[in-house]
């Protein structure tokens, strides 16, 4: 696995193969020995091939998670007991591991999504959409056995979930056998995100095995629970004022037991925890720096997606090596645009409208 050094170090040297020992130094603020010792650690991990700074990968992020069909529903007003409410039906590609890979895509990264797919309509959807916004598939599971995951939400008048149903059986075949052949093809890129959606055991398999930092979505406090036994190989998680306190085992109240849930998070080996709430903010904080970000102004058409979002820019962030804060202020950032509006991935992603909104230089 690469350090955040090396990491840093590597994203100059793929930038120009031909940068010196000197000048790396003098961009990492550290002395070209300290350079040199990098340099040859990144040529035993195999990242670097030779003279000249040969690059080897990675070039691209791993997503394994979720895939599926949304059907949403927004009433116009309140919704009524036992009875229909007149509103609108959204139809999107939905599933946490495919929001994430596709915010993702539209940050500009190469993204491979592992996942399990029906030979279906919504299947074939589903792959013809992929492969349109340059998501790579080819790595995931298909089957006639089972259908295509699908989810169905309801939102109320208040733009807040209600109610959702998932139809996810198919994520079973997700298992661990399956997904060691495919460890390989995950360590050899610069990161890897997983989703809860995915069977327990699988889960453990990948933070067992995985190489490269390891960002988690815990999607649910009950589903977030499969993280409990790999806390200490996660380097990021999102969790939910709900998910942190099933993590933590802490009931966040205020602002110091909020702080103690995350120290208690940290201690179980996680690097980073971002906790998020919603429209107020989120909490972040990674043992030597913690703060809670407000969120300025966020006009709320449909919240569902904005985690996914926020996790896409976390990701973003580590690639482009920011501080914990500005890793927040650019995943909040995304996790409003998407927020704003009604579909569960906002066509408005793109780096400049987070630079903007996070108030940053990116």
């Not at 992929?130 to 733009?159: F, H, M, Q």
Request: net charge negative; with cysteine.
């Amino acid at each position: 696995m690469m350090t955040s050094r090396e990491a840093q170090i590597y994203q100059w040297i793929t930038e120009e193969p031909m940068i010196s020992q000197e000048e790396l130094a003098e961009k990492a603020g550290i002395k070209r020995s300290s350079a040199a010792v990098h340099i040859s650690n990144l040529m035993k991990k195999g990242y670097i091939l030779g003279k000249g700074y040969i690059t080897n990968g990675p070039n691209y992020c791993t997503v394994i998670g979720g895939v599926n069909i949304d059907l949403g529903g927004v009433p116009f007003d309140e919704l009524p007991e036992k009875n229909a409410s007149e509103g609108k039906v959204l139809v999107s590609l939905g599933g946490v591991g495919r929001n994430i890979a596709h915010n993702m895509s539209l940050l500009g990264m190469n993204v491979k999504l592992i996942t399990a797919l029906g030979d279906d309509l919504y299947g074939h959807r589903i792959i013809e959409k992929c492969e349109a916004l340059g998501i790579d598939l080819s790595e995931s599971l298909r089957t006639v056995d089972e259908k295509t995951s699908t989810y169905i939400y309801i939102i109320g008048k208040d733009k807040k979930l209600r109610l959702g149903v998932s139809d996810m059986q198919i994520y079973d075949k997700i298992t661990p056998d399956f997904i060691s052949a495919k460890m390989d093809l995950i360590n050899h890129g610069r990161l890897a995100v997983i989703d809860t959606n995915i069977p327990e055991d699988t889960i453990k398999y990948i933070a067992d095995n995985c190489k490269v930092p390891l960002f988690a979505e815990t999607v649910s406090g009950q589903k977030g629970k499969k993280l409990l036994s790999v806390l200490d190989k996660l380097h990021t998680i999102t969790p939910s004022r709900i998910e942190a306190q099933e993590l933590s085992g802490v009931e966040i109240k205020d602002m110091a037991s909020l702080k103690q849930a995350s120290n208690a998070i940290l201690a179980r080996g996680v690097r980073n925890v971002f906790i998020t709430f919603c429209e107020r903010g989120v909490f972040y904080s990674n043992g030597d720096e913690s703060d809670f970000i407000k969120i300025k102004e966020c006009n709320i058409v449909n919240g569902n997606g904005a985690d996914d979002a926020f996790m896409a820019g976390l990701v973003f962030s580590y690639m482009r090596h920011l501080p914990i804060r500005e890793t927040a202020l650019v995943g909040t950032a995304a996790a409003c645009i998407t927020a704003e509006t009604e579909e569960t991935i906002s066509s408005k992603i793109s780096i400049a409208e987070l630079a903007r909104v996070a108030e940053l230089e990116l």
